[in-house]
């Protein structure tokens, strides 16, 4: 809004009343069309790759449980204040 305002200003210290019309009858309308139609497209394509990644895990969902637990390093179990052995391959892990 604060650029309407600016360009409403510019328009009349310019006496440009032709060009301070088209700006607020045409290139706002413009830019708020295009701003909701891009908000739509993009939920509606979130919506899209929702159903497809839903699809597809629900078809190799066991497949990818399986794959993960297979890369996913265990949990290392350490007593005390000791970093038990099984961490220092993992450096990045929690232990």
Request: aromatic share 6%; hydrophobic share 45%.
């Amino acid at each position: 809004m604060g650029f309407v305002l600016i360009g409403i200003t510019q328009g009349v210290l310019a006496g440009d009343t032709a060009g301070m019309l088209r700006r607020v009858g045409l290139e706002v309308p413009m830019a708020v069309v295009g701003m909701v139609g891009l908000v739509t497209l993009t939920q509606a394509l979130v919506a899209l790759t929702d159903a497809l990644s839903d699809g597809l895990f629900g078809r190799f969902g066991r497949d990818a449980e399986r794959f993960v637990a297979t890369v996913t390093p265990r949990r290392c179990s350490g007593a005390g204040r000791r970093r038990p052995s099984c961490c220092s391959s993992w450096p990045w892990s929690a232990c």
